[in-house]
């Protein structure tokens, strides 16, 4: 049974197998509990189990092995799917894949139309929706003349107007240009502080995982890593190991300590970096 105030997402000791001849588990007893309103970054190298356990979180997958929760549901209830699909609502790397009308304004109305959503209620959450996202001027344009990074933020758009607790990007910026990278991740930044929203954001991206809240590290279907991203990436050397690469200014903060300089190990911005040296080289000009 749904219930509100319930974790939006947990996974206890999942697993998921895609096939019964290989062993092989994609998902490999996860056990994983995201809190309400916080930002989670997933990383991990082609094949670690990302996407599968996106999948997992809205119910596309059901779980082997284990269990997955969404708002207190239960992903294997049949009974629950179209309601979980309601509470988590995930947006793909392609938003041509997920863009089926001529015109924003009626792919924004599509998720709403399954859902059976009155006319006189769907009207105000379209709006609202395409406002978000800063795309009310397009609400009237063909999808297929927009910008990757405006297609984006329709298909966002879509899963908002079904007012999800819980958002899941799969990596959502994978297919844009780093202008449009950074407009999708900084509407979706926007949503989750001004309304609460949950968000699980799936990246390969390092600089995208370093503005998240927290950082969990896939490997071979096994979370072997979280924490905020100054404890994760301050762990160069392993997850380089992972095939992994760090935030340029982790890896110059990591080359300087073996150096001798006495750096923290919180550095992920070049912001971060000229303040932290301001600290350690000129000590009385940083207190002023």
């Not at 997955?68 to 629950?80: H, I, L, N, W």
Request: negative net charge; aromatic residues 4%; contains cysteine.
């Amino acid at each position: 049974m749904e219930q509100q105030q319930a974790t939006p997402i947990v996974l206890d000791q999942a697993c998921y197998q895609y096939d019964e001849q290989d062993e092989t588990l994609a998902v490999d007893h996860v056990t994983l509990s995201v809190e309400k309103g916080s930002f989670v970054a997933v990383l991990g190298h082609n094949g670690s189990g990302k996407s599968t356990m996106a999948k997992l979180m809205n119910a596309i997958y059901l779980p082997t092995e284990g269990k997955v929760m969404v708002c207190g549901m239960d992903t294997t209830s049949e009974e629950d799917v179209w309601s979980i699909r309601k509470h988590a609502g995930m947006v793909f790397q392609n938003p041509d894949n997920q863009i089926v009308a001529n015109v924003v304004r009626e792919d924004v109305a599509f998720g709403l139309e399954n859902l059976g959503v009155p006319r006189e209620e769907m009207l105000p959450r379209i709006d609202e929706a395409l406002s978000a996202v800063r795309m009310t001027e397009r609400a009237d344009s063909a999808p297929h003349m927009l910008s990757g990074g405006q297609k984006q933020r329709v298909a966002i758009a879509g899963v908002l107007a079904m007012q999800p607790d819980v958002m899941i990007m799969d990596e959502a910026t994978a297919m844009l240009d780093p202008s449009g990278r950074k407009d999708v991740l900084a509407t979706v930044h926007r949503l989750n502080k001004e309304s609460g929203m949950t968000v699980v954001w799936i990246t390969h991206y390092m600089e995208e995982a370093a503005t998240a809240d927290r950082v969990v590290v896939l490997d071979s279907g096994k979370a072997v890593m979280d924490g905020t991203p100054a404890q994760v990436f301050s762990r160069v050397e392993e997850i380089k190991a992972l095939g992994l690469d760090v935030p340029p200014m982790a890896e110059l903060a990591l080359r300087l300590r073996n150096a001798g300089l006495p750096l923290e190990e919180n550095i992920l911005t070049v912001t971060d970096m000229v303040k932290e040296l301001k600290k350690t080289l000129c000590p009385s000009k940083s207190s002023t």
